[in-house]
Protein backbone atom coordinates (compact mmCIF):
# COMPACT_ATOMS: atom_id res chain seq x y z
CA UNK A 1 0.00 0.00 0.00
CA UNK A 2 1.28 3.44 -0.97
CA UNK A 3 2.04 4.88 2.51
CA UNK A 4 1.78 8.46 1.92
CA UNK A 5 -1.71 7.49 2.51
CA UNK A 6 -1.05 8.16 5.75
CA UNK A 7 -0.21 11.61 5.27
CA UNK A 8 -3.62 12.24 3.29
CA UNK A 9 -5.80 15.18 5.66
CA UNK A 10 -9.14 13.00 6.22
CA UNK A 11 -12.15 15.62 4.92
CA UNK A 12 -14.86 15.27 7.44
CA UNK A 13 -18.23 14.43 6.72
CA UNK A 14 -20.40 17.14 7.25
CA UNK A 15 -24.37 16.51 7.17
CA UNK A 16 -26.49 19.96 5.84
CA UNK A 17 -30.24 20.22 6.59
CA UNK A 18 -32.79 20.46 3.76
CA UNK A 19 -36.03 21.93 3.44
CA UNK A 20 -38.75 20.03 1.79
CA UNK A 21 -40.49 23.17 -0.83
CA UNK A 22 -43.46 22.58 -3.68
CA UNK A 23 -41.54 23.16 -6.51
CA UNK A 24 -44.89 24.72 -8.43
CA UNK A 25 -45.30 21.87 -10.73
CA UNK A 26 -47.12 19.37 -8.82
CA UNK A 27 -44.20 18.14 -7.04
CA UNK A 28 -41.93 18.56 -4.37
CA UNK A 29 -37.89 19.11 -3.75
CA UNK A 30 -35.44 18.95 -1.37
CA UNK A 31 -33.52 22.46 -0.92
CA UNK A 32 -30.63 23.17 0.11
CA UNK A 33 -28.65 27.00 -0.88
CA UNK A 34 -25.43 26.51 -2.58
CA UNK A 35 -23.69 29.21 -0.04
CA UNK A 36 -24.33 26.33 2.51
CA UNK A 37 -22.38 23.42 0.73
CA UNK A 38 -19.62 25.82 -0.68
CA UNK A 39 -18.96 27.02 3.65
CA UNK A 40 -18.83 22.99 3.75
CA UNK A 41 -16.25 22.71 1.46
CA UNK A 42 -14.23 26.54 1.29
CA UNK A 43 -14.29 26.65 5.57
CA UNK A 44 -14.65 23.87 6.85
CA UNK A 45 -12.98 21.41 4.34
CA UNK A 46 -15.53 19.18 4.57
CA UNK A 47 -17.78 16.99 2.17
CA UNK A 48 -20.69 18.20 1.85
CA UNK A 49 -23.89 15.52 2.86
CA UNK A 50 -27.36 16.74 2.38
CA UNK A 51 -30.00 15.72 4.68
CA UNK A 52 -33.47 15.34 2.78
CA UNK A 53 -36.27 16.44 5.02
CA UNK A 54 -37.40 12.74 5.75
CA UNK A 55 -38.68 12.56 9.12
CA UNK A 56 -42.42 12.78 8.67
CA UNK A 57 -42.57 9.83 6.34
CA UNK A 58 -40.57 7.26 8.50
CA UNK A 59 -42.59 7.86 11.88
CA UNK A 60 -41.16 8.48 15.27
CA UNK A 61 -39.48 5.17 15.63
CA UNK A 62 -38.15 4.59 12.54
CA UNK A 63 -36.75 8.41 12.11
CA UNK A 64 -34.63 7.56 15.69
CA UNK A 65 -33.32 4.45 13.99
CA UNK A 66 -32.61 5.88 11.11
CA UNK A 67 -30.57 8.95 12.74
CA UNK A 68 -28.48 7.15 15.22
CA UNK A 69 -27.61 5.07 11.62
CA UNK A 70 -27.11 8.82 10.23
CA UNK A 71 -25.09 10.45 13.02
CA UNK A 72 -22.33 7.25 13.08
CA UNK A 73 -21.61 7.90 9.57
CA UNK A 74 -21.28 11.98 10.02
CA UNK A 75 -18.24 14.37 11.75
CA UNK A 76 -20.69 17.58 11.38
CA UNK A 77 -23.85 18.77 11.23
CA UNK A 78 -24.22 22.31 9.55
CA UNK A 79 -28.13 23.61 10.42
CA UNK A 80 -29.33 25.82 7.39
CA UNK A 81 -31.01 29.17 7.42
CA UNK A 82 -34.60 28.76 5.54
CA UNK A 83 -37.63 31.28 5.21
CA UNK A 84 -40.11 28.75 7.15
CA UNK A 85 -40.81 29.07 10.43
CA UNK A 86 -40.68 25.98 13.02
CA UNK A 87 -43.95 25.32 13.67
CA UNK A 88 -45.13 26.70 17.21
CA UNK A 89 -46.41 23.32 18.47
CA UNK A 90 -43.31 22.62 18.69
CA UNK A 91 -42.93 24.57 21.58
CA UNK A 92 -46.42 25.14 23.04
CA UNK A 93 -46.52 28.56 21.16
CA UNK A 94 -49.91 30.57 20.01
CA UNK A 95 -50.89 29.32 16.30
CA UNK A 96 -48.92 30.97 13.37
CA UNK A 97 -50.46 34.24 11.67
CA UNK A 98 -52.01 33.22 8.59
CA UNK A 99 -50.01 33.25 5.57
CA UNK A 100 -47.07 31.91 7.68
CA UNK A 101 -44.39 29.37 5.96
CA UNK A 102 -43.57 26.12 7.57
CA UNK A 103 -42.21 23.11 7.03
CA UNK A 104 -42.84 20.08 8.57
CA UNK A 105 -40.89 17.56 7.17
CA UNK A 106 -38.14 19.82 8.26
CA UNK A 107 -38.72 19.96 11.53
CA UNK A 108 -39.95 16.09 11.94
CA UNK A 109 -36.27 15.64 10.65
CA UNK A 110 -34.24 18.68 12.02
CA UNK A 111 -35.42 18.45 15.74
CA UNK A 112 -34.49 14.75 16.43
CA UNK A 113 -31.07 15.19 14.27
CA UNK A 114 -30.05 18.31 16.88
CA UNK A 115 -30.77 16.18 19.77
CA UNK A 116 -28.83 13.30 18.22
CA UNK A 117 -26.18 15.00 17.23
CA UNK A 118 -25.51 16.89 20.46
CA UNK A 119 -26.04 13.85 22.74
CA UNK A 120 -23.73 11.38 20.72
CA UNK A 121 -20.96 14.48 20.52
CA UNK A 122 -21.04 15.29 16.64
CA UNK A 123 -19.85 18.60 16.51
CA UNK A 124 -22.83 21.06 15.49
CA UNK A 125 -22.97 24.49 13.83
CA UNK A 126 -26.34 25.91 13.32
CA UNK A 127 -27.61 29.13 11.21
CA UNK A 128 -30.70 31.37 11.54
CA UNK A 129 -33.92 29.22 11.41
CA UNK A 130 -30.83 26.07 12.62
CA UNK A 131 -30.26 28.29 15.82
CA UNK A 132 -34.36 28.27 16.47
CA UNK A 133 -34.49 24.79 15.89
CA UNK A 134 -31.49 24.06 18.27
CA UNK A 135 -33.84 25.89 20.99
CA UNK A 136 -36.94 24.64 20.00
CA UNK A 137 -35.27 21.12 20.32
CA UNK A 138 -33.82 21.89 23.36
CA UNK A 139 -36.94 23.10 25.28
CA UNK A 140 -36.74 26.44 24.50
CA UNK A 141 -39.46 29.06 23.09
CA UNK A 142 -39.64 31.36 20.24
CA UNK A 143 -41.00 34.92 19.57
CA UNK A 144 -42.87 34.76 16.15
CA UNK A 145 -42.31 37.93 15.04
CA UNK A 146 -39.35 39.58 16.89
CA UNK A 147 -40.26 43.39 15.52
CA UNK A 148 -43.93 43.13 17.02
CA UNK A 149 -42.57 42.46 20.46
CA UNK A 150 -42.13 45.63 22.51
CA UNK A 151 -38.53 47.12 22.51
CA UNK A 152 -37.10 44.72 19.76
CA UNK A 153 -35.55 45.53 16.61
CA UNK A 154 -36.89 44.86 13.08
CA UNK A 155 -34.85 41.93 12.45
CA UNK A 156 -36.22 41.02 9.05
CA UNK A 157 -34.40 41.23 6.02
CA UNK A 158 -34.33 44.44 4.36
CA UNK A 159 -35.68 43.21 0.88
CA UNK A 160 -32.87 44.68 -0.96
CA UNK A 161 -32.71 44.35 -4.94
CA UNK A 162 -29.38 42.63 -4.35
CA UNK A 163 -27.81 39.62 -2.12
CA UNK A 164 -25.08 41.24 -0.72
CA UNK A 165 -27.27 44.22 -0.01
CA UNK A 166 -29.61 42.05 1.82
CA UNK A 167 -26.75 40.88 3.65
CA UNK A 168 -24.68 43.45 4.89
CA UNK A 169 -24.07 44.42 7.99
CA UNK A 170 -27.09 45.76 10.04
CA UNK A 171 -26.72 46.11 13.40
CA UNK A 172 -24.22 45.35 16.59
CA UNK A 173 -23.74 42.74 18.84
CA UNK A 174 -22.54 42.49 22.32
CA UNK A 175 -20.40 39.38 22.85
CA UNK A 176 -20.79 38.46 26.17
CA UNK A 177 -17.36 38.14 28.05
CA UNK A 178 -15.22 35.22 28.58
CA UNK A 179 -17.49 33.02 26.67
CA UNK A 180 -17.25 30.75 23.50
CA UNK A 181 -17.82 33.42 20.69
CA UNK A 182 -15.11 35.92 22.84
CA UNK A 183 -12.44 33.50 23.08
CA UNK A 184 -13.00 32.41 19.68
CA UNK A 185 -13.34 35.93 17.90
CA UNK A 186 -11.52 38.13 20.90
CA UNK A 187 -14.05 40.65 20.30
CA UNK A 188 -16.76 42.34 22.49
CA UNK A 189 -18.75 43.98 20.17
CA UNK A 190 -19.44 43.05 16.42
CA UNK A 191 -21.51 44.37 13.82
CA UNK A 192 -23.24 41.33 12.04
CA UNK A 193 -25.80 40.94 9.37
CA UNK A 194 -29.92 40.54 10.06
CA UNK A 195 -32.79 38.33 8.12
CA UNK A 196 -35.22 37.23 10.84
CA UNK A 197 -38.83 37.36 12.12
CA UNK A 198 -38.65 34.33 14.30
CA UNK A 199 -35.73 34.64 17.38
CA UNK A 200 -35.66 33.36 20.64
CA UNK A 201 -37.95 33.52 23.28
CA UNK A 202 -37.32 31.55 26.28
CA UNK A 203 -33.89 29.95 26.16
CA UNK A 204 -33.57 26.26 26.31
CA UNK A 205 -32.45 25.46 29.55
CA UNK A 206 -29.06 23.44 28.76
CA UNK A 207 -28.31 26.60 26.50
CA UNK A 208 -25.71 29.26 27.60
CA UNK A 209 -26.34 33.37 25.85
CA UNK A 210 -22.89 33.77 23.77
CA UNK A 211 -24.54 37.40 22.16
CA UNK A 212 -27.18 39.76 22.41
CA UNK A 213 -28.51 42.21 19.70
CA UNK A 214 -28.17 45.74 21.28
CA UNK A 215 -32.28 45.11 21.70
CA UNK A 216 -31.72 42.47 24.25
CA UNK A 217 -32.64 39.59 21.49
CA UNK A 218 -30.20 36.65 21.59
CA UNK A 219 -27.84 36.66 18.51
CA UNK A 220 -25.79 33.21 19.63
CA UNK A 221 -25.77 30.28 22.49
CA UNK A 222 -24.17 27.63 22.70
CA UNK A 223 -24.90 24.03 24.79
CA UNK A 224 -22.05 23.71 27.51
CA UNK A 225 -22.93 20.16 28.72
CA UNK A 226 -22.77 19.12 24.52
CA UNK A 227 -19.31 16.72 24.43
CA UNK A 228 -18.69 18.26 21.26
CA UNK A 229 -18.58 21.62 20.20
CA UNK A 230 -22.23 23.33 19.63
CA UNK A 231 -22.71 26.76 18.60
CA UNK A 232 -26.26 28.26 17.16
CA UNK A 233 -25.72 31.55 15.41
CA UNK A 234 -29.18 34.18 14.49
CA UNK A 235 -26.97 36.07 11.50
CA UNK A 236 -25.58 34.49 9.07
CA UNK A 237 -22.02 33.60 8.86
CA UNK A 238 -22.16 31.98 5.73
CA UNK A 239 -22.30 34.27 3.37
CA UNK A 240 -19.24 35.12 1.41
CA UNK A 241 -17.79 33.42 4.61
CA UNK A 242 -14.05 33.11 2.79
CA UNK A 243 -14.18 36.69 2.32
CA UNK A 244 -14.75 37.61 6.21
CA UNK A 245 -12.21 36.94 8.65
CA UNK A 246 -14.60 36.87 11.68
CA UNK A 247 -16.97 34.40 10.05
CA UNK A 248 -13.60 32.15 9.25
CA UNK A 249 -12.70 32.07 13.04
CA UNK A 250 -16.28 30.30 13.77
CA UNK A 251 -16.21 27.96 10.72
CA UNK A 252 -12.30 27.12 11.85
CA UNK A 253 -13.45 25.95 14.84
CA UNK A 254 -16.23 24.14 13.84
CA UNK A 255 -13.70 22.60 11.19
CA UNK A 256 -11.71 21.35 13.79
CA UNK A 257 -14.24 19.87 15.83
CA UNK A 258 -15.25 17.90 12.77
CA UNK A 259 -11.88 16.72 12.02
CA UNK A 260 -11.07 15.65 15.56
CA UNK A 261 -14.18 13.32 15.31
CA UNK A 262 -13.33 12.25 11.87
CA UNK A 263 -9.47 11.09 13.09
CA UNK A 264 -11.35 9.63 16.10
CA UNK A 265 -14.02 7.62 13.83
CA UNK A 266 -11.68 6.73 10.97
CA UNK A 267 -8.33 6.25 12.64
CA UNK A 268 -8.48 3.00 13.91
CA UNK A 269 -10.22 1.75 10.44
CA UNK A 270 -6.95 3.71 8.52
CA UNK A 271 -4.53 1.73 10.38
CA UNK A 272 -5.70 -1.19 10.07
CA UNK A 273 -5.82 -1.13 6.46
CA UNK A 274 -1.87 -0.20 6.52
Request: aromatic share 4%; net charge negative.
Amino acid sequence: MDRTSRHTPIRPLIGISACLKDNGRGGWIHTVSDKYVQAAIRAVGGLPILIPAFGAELGDNATVEALDRLIDTLDGVLLTGSPSNVEPHHYEGEPSRQGTAHDKARDATTLPLIRHSIDHGVPLIAICRGAQEVNVALGGTLHQLVHEVDGRLDHRSRKAPTTDQNYAPAHDIEIVENGLLHRLLGERCLKVNSLHAQGVDRLAPRAKVEAYAEDGQVEAFTVPDAPAFALALQWHPEHRVTENPVSMKLFTAFADACRARAAARLGPLRAAAE
